[in-house]
């Protein structure tokens, strides 16, 4: 008769159970970088913005008021960039581009 070589049924829940455990470890951590890298895309969607909004500022004294549409229109930003800073939450208040 042959001999069966192979992984006993304990073994492989052992091997299961490293697996699981690992995954515990892993996705956490992996989770709070994905949060962190988002942060740091907003705040420099933000800078962008900010930045925009003062040269259309510098180029356009009696502005009051700035909407996105102004900067789109006028070459400040592409359509692009006002999605993104529109997905991020990001509101022009006066001259200030502040965070959702």
């Given at each position: 008769?042959?001999?069966r ?67 789109l ?28």
């Amino acid at each position: 008769m042959k001999e069966r070589r192979g992984f006993t049924l304990v073994e492989m829940t052992i091997v299961l159970f490293i697996i699981s455990l690992l995954i515990l470890i892993i996705l956490p951590n992996l989770n709070g970088q994905r949060h962190r890298a988002q942060g740091i895309h907003q705040r420099a969607m933000q800078t962008v913005v900010q930045g925009q909004v003062t040269a259309y500022l510098d180029d356009h004294p009696t502005s009051e008021t700035i909407t996105y549409d102004q900067l789109l229109k006028t070459g400040y930003l592409t359509r692009q960039q006002v999605a993104q800073a529109q997905q991020e939450h990001l509101k022009i208040t006066g001259n200030e581009v502040t965070g959702g």
